[in-house]
């Protein structure tokens, strides 16, 4: 996974799920929480962390560092969209992720939406197929969303030009 260097003051964060654990022991219950964050600048850079600690701001600011290391570019066409379909898959999560029409918007479940804003991403239609676990939701589209490949990356291994594989060129 390639690391994307962007500025840290156009970064935005969303928290997506904050999660409560408890382990029991000798003297009562200990709590630890774990926050899955998502980190984008917009404009195709996104990014997806977990932090886990025993107070939230902790677990959030771990997570934020987390998302922040392991940022990756979309390809976005000139619509702000996708360029083609694809199914991501992380552990039972799948998540379908289609290119749709200007004006129709983000139409994804609540863990999936944040990774598609803060990617830049404007009209996209998604669909969860497998578990509805907020983090392997989110890892799935972040997987399906690093198959992608922009037109431009695919006329590059064929050798040909953009216009030529859209018969724009003869």
Do not use: C
């Amino acid at each position: 996974m390639a690391r994307r260097e962007s500025n840290a003051s156009d970064l935005q964060e969303k928290v997506v799920y904050i999660n409560r654990v408890s382990k029991v022991v000798k003297g009562g219950r200990r709590f630890a929480l774990t926050a899955l964050v998502v980190v984008g600048d917009g404009a195709g850079n996104v990014g997806v962390g977990m932090g886990k600690s025993q107070e939230v701001p902790i677990a959030i600011k771990k997570g934020i560092e987390d998302a922040k290391k392991n940022m990756f570019k979309v390809p976005l066409t000139k619509y702000k969209t996708l360029p083609h379909a694809t199914v991501g898959v992380f552990g039972a999560g799948r998540v379908m992720i289609k290119p749709a029409a200007p004006g129709t918007g983000i139409i994804a479940g609540g863990p999936v939406r944040a990774l598609l804003e803060l990617a830049g991403v404007k009209d996209v239609l998604s669909k969860s197929l497998g578990s509805d676990n907020a983090l392997n939701m989110v890892k799935a589209a972040a997987e399906g969303l690093q198959q992608m490949s922009s037109p431009q990356d695919i006329a590059r291994r064929r050798g040909m030009s953009v216009g030529r594989i859209y018969g724009w060129e003869e």
